[in-house]
């Protein structure tokens, strides 16, 4: 049985898009403050999801899951925050290369699977409840606040990251699972990853590609 009622897990999943909209732009905005802001993400989503899974029913599949995304993204996570700290030093050569290769190529993979991988622990751990036997959402603003923070933030963190590939298979496989099994939360994190896809469709279309907001001097 659920640890409290389910309308609280929806409202910790809202906390959880809050933590992830925050934590994955505020560094970029903020200057020369942005790295030590930045130590904080971590913290801060790993216990949001943590509350998310403790108010859902316990199953080990969805824990180990959840340790998983937890180790990928904290770790993809670290390797991206030391990397890119390093990077705002003048670089050039072979120094300038092994930054970017850790911070945008494989700091960014890391870290976004991760952040997709915890999303899908959540969606997995409601599949055990036994309070979730209808798609609908027991409070349609707070899934449509979370649906869109949680959306925006996919697809301004993998447009940026370079990712957005990520961010497509990923929704595809969401849309998929919702289609055969919705729940009230995984319809939520489907919404959302469907919202990034589409919002990343219409990047592409008008630029013709996917360029990063800092290729184009909007960071």
Request: one cysteine or more; a negative charge; glycine letters at 10%.
């Amino acid at each position: 049985m659920s640890r409290v009622p389910a309308m609280g897990s929806e409202r910790l999943l809202l906390v959880l898009a809050g933590c992830f909209f925050v934590f994955h732009h505020a560094p970029s905005l903020a200057g020369n403050a942005g790295d030590w802001i930045d130590l904080a993400t971590p913290f801060a989503v790993v216990a949001a999801t943590a509350a998310v899974l403790c108010s859902l029913p316990t199953a080990r599949a969805a824990t180990v899951l959840a340790l998983i995304g937890g180790l990928l993204y904290v770790d993809g996570h670290g390797i991206h925050l030391a990397a890119n700290s390093i990077g705002h030093e003048t670089l050039s050569g072979d120094a300038k290369s092994v930054t970017h290769f850790w911070d945008e190529t494989f700091g960014h993979i890391e870290w976004h699977l991760g952040w997709m991988t915890l999303i899908a622990a959540i969606a997995l751990a409601e599949a055990y409840s036994q309070e979730t036997r209808t798609w609908r959402p027991r409070s349609y603003p707070i899934a449509v606040a979370t649906a869109a923070l949680l959306g925006f933030t996919l697809f301004t963190g993998t447009v940026e990251g370079g990712t957005w590939w990520l961010e497509l298979a990923a929704a595809v496989v969401f849309l998929v699972w919702t289609l055969r099994a919705p729940r009230p939360l995984l319809v939520t994190c489907a919404g959302a990853f469907a919202l990034a896809a589409a919002l990343i469709g219409v990047w592409a279309i008008w630029h013709g590609g996917v360029p990063q907001f800092s290729q184009l001097g909007w960071l």
